[in-house]
């Protein structure tokens, strides 16, 4: 018998003996208590609908209930004790349960989640949320796990997630053209002199409204890139102050909007031109529309050891400290008057996770009343 047996064993008959005492009559106060409570915890272990398991530190599984066993697709709990929860995992998730195994065992943390995959007895594959608890008894460590079927759950959002990457895509193209050709028109009408004044603003303001949506169906595109993995970063060496003259042109048009440039203007990265192109539009379009009166909107470029830091200050209202944490998550917009300026609050999750896979992070300082800065960083190499 290996020492971990020994200290189940043990264990066991500890609980067995405080058993017999509570039957017998001659528990003392406390051990009636430790008994109650311990039979509290099994009945909730045992009839939960959720699968819970109980692992020794070697991965092994000591106890089940039977809402486990039926997830697995087993009749009985024999058939499962003292296997590892990785012989029912297919190969391709054997990692999320390291990244939990690590965390819990490891790192220590108190608790950890995870969506991940398993197989049942007959080989059909279910997701499931995994909840891990670690905890200590008899100064030995062990896992409590709880497993919930989210396979219609996981489903249902590939499903969303598909439509809304056809729709856009589907979207995306016509609204190509008919910017293109607005642009066209805009530039001909240019040229005309006998155009009255209202109508060459109708044409440009139709010009506008499709560069906005253009930019409100890129953003789902994204997201919906990132979500299904369909991401390739085309990289190439730089110089990051061409892209932001580039990307600014359309604001420097609007003569009330001056962007300041400053810091260094030799400075090469490696990265996707595009999407950085892509980020510094959203930064600059965000201090257009979110800090309107701040008519001067400032970058700066600069390097930190082997990363370059680019930086887009404004000065409008700034945004207070608990919206921060969640600025760079999808969907999060700090107005709860969602129709007041366009947006889905999805342009600061997708430049994040565009400069993570970079390599880089994206932070934001603000203060109320004096402004906000947006910056992220990029490797030199
Ligand atoms: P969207 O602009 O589509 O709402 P973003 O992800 O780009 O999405 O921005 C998320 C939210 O962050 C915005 O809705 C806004 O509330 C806030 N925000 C972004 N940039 C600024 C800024 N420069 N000043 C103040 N608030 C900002």
Same mark, same amino acid.
């Given at each position: 018998?290996?020492?971990?047996?020994?200290?189940?064993?043990?264990?066991?008959?500890?609980?067995?003996?405080?058993?017999?005492?509570?039957?017998?009559?001659?528990?003392?106060?406390?051990?009636?208590?430790?008994?109650?409570?311990?039979?509290?915890?099994?009945?909730?272990?045992?009839?939960?609908?959720?699968?819970?398991?109980?692992?020794?530190?070697?991965?092994?599984?000591?106890?089940?209930?039977?809402?486990?066993?039926?997830?697995?697709?087993?009749?009985?709990?024999?058939?499962?004790?003292?296997?590892?929860?990785?012989?029912?995992?297919?190969?391709?998730?054997?990692?999320?349960?390291?990244?939990?195994?690590?965390?819990?065992?490891?790192?220590?943390?108190?608790?950890?989640?995870?969506?991940?995959?398993?197989?049942?007895?007959?080989?059909?594959?279910?997701?499931?949320?995994?909840?891990?608890?670690?905890?200590?008894?008899?100064?030995?460590?062990?896992?409590?796990?709880?497993?919930?079927?989210?396979?219609?759950?996981?489903?249902?959002?590939?499903?969303?997630?598909?439509?809304?990457?056809?729709?856009?895509?589907?979207?995306?193209?016509?609204?190509?053209?008919?910017?293109?050709?607005?642009?066209?028109?805009?530039?001909?009408?240019?040229?005309?002199?006998?155009?009255?004044?209202?109508?060459?603003?109708?044409?440009?303001?139709?010009?506008?409204?499709?560069?906005?949506?253009?930019?409100? !169906?890129?953003?789902?595109?994204?997201?919906?890139? /990132? =979500?299904? $993995?369909?991401?390739? +970063?085309?990289?190439?060496?730089? &110089? %990051?102050?061409?892209?932001?003259?580039?990307?600014?042109?359309?604001?420097?048009?609007?003569?009330?909007?001056?962007?300041?440039?400053?810091?260094?203007?030799?400075?090469?990265?490696?990265?996707?031109?595009?999407?950085?192109?892509?980020?510094?539009?959203?930064?600059?379009?965000?201090? !257009?529309?979110?800090?309107?009166?701040?008519?001067? /909107? =400032?970058? $700066?470029?600069?390097? +930190?050891?082997?990363?370059?830091? &680019? %930086?887009?200050?404004?000065?409008?209202?700034?945004?207070?400290?608990?919206?921060?944490?969640?600025?760079?998550?999808?969907?999060?917009?700090?107005?709860?008057?969602?129709?007041?300026?366009?947006?889905?609050?999805?342009?600061?999750?997708?430049?994040?996770?565009?400069?993570?896979?970079?390599?880089?992070?994206?932070?934001?300082?603000?203060? /109320?009343?004096?402004?906000?800065?947006?910056?992220?960083?990029?490797?030199?190499?």
């Amino acid at each position: 018998m290996d020492d971990q047996s020994l200290l189940t064993e043990i264990s066991a008959l500890k609980n067995e003996i405080q058993q017999l005492k509570y039957e017998k009559g001659i528990s003392t106060f406390q051990d009636s208590n430790f008994h109650k409570s311990q039979v509290r915890f099994r009945t909730i272990f045992e009839s939960s609908m959720l699968g819970n398991k109980i692992i020794s530190p070697d991965l092994k599984i000591l106890q089940l209930n039977q809402a486990m066993v039926a997830l697995l697709g087993y009749d009985t709990k024999d058939e499962i004790i003292g296997t590892r929860i990785l012989d029912y995992t297919p190969t391709e998730h054997l990692e999320d349960w390291k990244i939990l195994q690590d965390n819990l065992w490891k790192n220590s943390m108190p608790s950890f989640g995870i969506e991940t995959c398993l197989r049942k007895k007959d080989g059909t594959l279910f997701w499931c949320q995994v909840t891990s608890i670690l905890f200590k008894d008899q100064n030995q460590n062990y896992g409590y796990t709880i497993i919930e079927d989210c396979t219609e759950r996981h489903d249902l959002r590939r499903q969303k997630e598909e439509f809304i990457s056809v729709a856009s895509h589907q979207l995306n193209t016509p609204i190509t053209s008919l910017k293109a050709r607005l642009q066209v028109m805009n530039r001909m009408l240019g040229n005309e002199n006998d155009v009255s004044t209202k109508f060459r603003k109708l044409s440009q303001e139709a010009e506008t409204y499709t560069t906005k949506l253009g930019y409100l !169906v890129g953003d789902l595109l994204n997201l919906t890139k /990132i =979500e299904l $993995e369909d991401f390739p +970063l085309n990289r190439t060496k730089f &110089v %990051l102050s061409d892209v932001i003259d580039g990307c600014c042109s359309h604001i420097n048009l609007q003569a009330e909007y001056t962007i300041k440039f400053k810091g260094d203007h030799k400075l090469k990265v490696v990265a996707d031109i595009i999407k950085v192109d892509q980020i510094l539009i959203n930064l600059v379009n965000n201090a !257009v529309k979110y800090a309107p009166d701040s008519k001067e /909107i =400032e970058i $700066e470029v600069k390097q +930190l050891d082997n990363m370059a830091k &680019v %930086l887009v200050t404004d000065k409008g209202q700034g945004i207070s400290a608990d919206h921060m944490a969640n600025l760079f998550t999808r969907y999060y917009r700090v107005d709860k008057d969602m129709f007041k300026t366009s947006g889905l609050g999805l342009g600061l999750y997708v430049s994040s996770e565009i400069i993570k896979r970079h390599g880089g992070d994206m932070g934001v300082e603000s203060e /109320i009343g004096k402004g906000s800065t947006f910056w992220f960083t990029l490797p030199l190499n």
